[in-house]
């Protein structure tokens, strides 16, 4: 993995809203192919970050490299091939209410490339089913899904162009454990049977310790740690070891052992 090329490079991101300070001088880099996953105590700036990752959001200083491009302070029109090489699952779905399955997972494809209706909805309906949802679902609307399966409709989407890379903020928030183990396997398969580069925000302990192949936490405005969650287990810095060692933590890093 240490060899693999650089996806995304964080270099001295400062960010603030008013007097507040969000990030001050926080750095990380994502290798191609790799589970990255943002952690730490809720307002501590995990999904900010990502939002300026993505160029939804631009922070004071610092610089953000996606694919090599610079993405701080790039315009709409700049950024468009760019933002078709990377896809977004965010935290509530953002799934169109009067739009059905099929039609917000065809969604992009009818926005950003050239085919007929019937290649987009056969091509809408393959990315359904990859992200774990049976074909009857496609005709359904968000209101009429199940949270499990409406983050499933929204990872649908999110991968409906083909991306290199997908961003997972919060995705198995609100899921009961049985669906949000479910969605573990699922992200793992889906890095290994397509090669996708993922970086997730994520409060799920369970998943890090399943899924993910290394993990930065924020904290006190900054990045506290970054390494494999047995090297962040082992941290001596008081929050971290707070996030791990907490009877959530505990649980988790037990559950994990047993396993082996």
């Known amino acids: 993995m240490s060899a693999a090329p650089l996806v995304i490079e964080v270099q001295d991101v400062c960010t603030r809203f008013g007097d507040k300070v969000v990030h001050d001088h926080v750095s990380l880099s994502v290798r191609q192919g790799e589970i990255f996953a943002l952690v730490g105590s809720s307002g501590c700036g995990k999904s900010t970050l990502l ?85 009857d679902a496609a005709s359904k609307y968000p209101n009429e899904l199940s949270g499990g399966m409406r983050k499933r409709a929204a990872l649908a989407r999110a991968l409906a162009l083909d991306p290199e890379l997908v961003f997972l903020d919060e995705p198995t928030a609100g899921l009961d454990p049985l669906s949000a183990s479910g969605f573990d396997e699922l992200v793992t398969g889906l890095r290994e049977s397509l090669g996708l580069t993922i970086l997730m925000v994520t409060h799920d302990l369970d998943l890090l310790w399943r899924a993910a192949n290394r993990v930065a936490v924020l904290g006190e405005n900054r990045v506290l740690g970054i390494g494999t969650m047995d090297e962040l287990s082992q941290s001596e810095h008081p929050l971290v070891r707070e996030y791990f060692y907490g009877p959530r933590g505990r649980a988790a890093w037990e559950q994990q052992w047993n396993q082996r």
């Open 51 to 135: 939002r300026e990752m993505i160029a939804l959001q631009t922070p004071q200083s610092g610089s953000i490299r996606v694919f090599g491009e610079e993405v701080v302070g790039l315009d709409d029109e700049a950024s468009l091939a760019l933002r078709r090489r990377w896809g977004v699952m965010f935290e509530r779905g953002a799934l169109f209410s009067a739009l059905t399955v099929l039609e917000n997972v065809g969604l992009p494809l009818r926005e950003h490339a050239r085919l007929d209706e019937r290649l987009v909805d056969e091509l809408a309906m393959l990315k359904i089913q990859l992200a774990g949802l049976s074909p």
